[in-house]
């Protein structure tokens, strides 16, 4: 999942949410020096992403995937899921796109002095771009591939025109999703930090 597929996930709990988007810029085992309410958050990022490689409907999208850019399959999927949640967002909640991406990045600014300072330049540029929202237009999710081949990955890589292979099966890869999401929100809804509470 990217990002705003894990913040959805993470529900209402701002703490959680806020974790969740910023789980990629957060290294090592956890607290990390985080404080316990975001590492919690963190830590459900890091049960979804292994959730997610061992759901079918998502090895059946990494599958989708041509050979020349299989080694980055799972981020296409990724970001292919972003687009197709915010696509069918009305099926999945009760508040606008816009509206949910508006509290996300206002409880995110509110915990920036507890993140990895690499987030906070990242979260910088989503907000002003309003990424989140974004993620429903073809072109945004272009364009979002083309900034990771550059700033993300530091290899040379084949993400850049990632999107033609969406394009390619789409309506497979929407199967997939609706297959998928589902089942990622329950598993997120039940899942528990080690020793806490549940989620």
Not at 113 to 136: C, H, I, K, N, T
Request: hydrophobic share 45%.
């Amino acid at each position: 999942m990217n990002f705003l597929a894990h913040a959805w996930l993470a529900g209402e709990h701002s703490a959680r949410r806020v974790g969740g988007l910023a789980g990629d810029f957060v290294k090592g085992p956890l607290p990390a020096g985080l404080p316990p309410d975001l590492a919690a958050g963190v830590g459900l990022h890091r049960a979804i992403d292994s959730f997610s490689e061992r759901h079918p409907a998502f090895v059946a999208s990494r599958a989708r995937v041509g050979a020349s850019r299989r080694r980055y399959a799972g981020v296409l999927v990724d970001m292919f899921y972003d687009h197709l949640l915010a696509i069918h967002w009305a099926r999945f909640s009760g508040q606008t796109l816009v509206a949910f991406s508006a509290d996300t990045y206002r409880m995110t600014e509110a915990r920036l002095p507890d993140l990895p300072a690499g987030f906070g330049e990242v979260f910088e540029r989503m907000r002003s771009g309003d990424w989140l929202s974004a993620y429903r237009e073809p072109q945004a999710l272009a364009d979002a591939l083309a900034r990771m081949s550059r700033h993300r990955i530091r290899r040379a890589n084949p993400l850049a025109d990632g999107f033609d292979e969406f394009q390619a099966a789409s309506a497979g890869f929407e199967t997939d999703f609706l297959q998928f999401m589902p089942d990622a929100l329950a598993f997120a809804r039940q899942w528990q930090p080690p020793g806490g509470r549940r989620a």
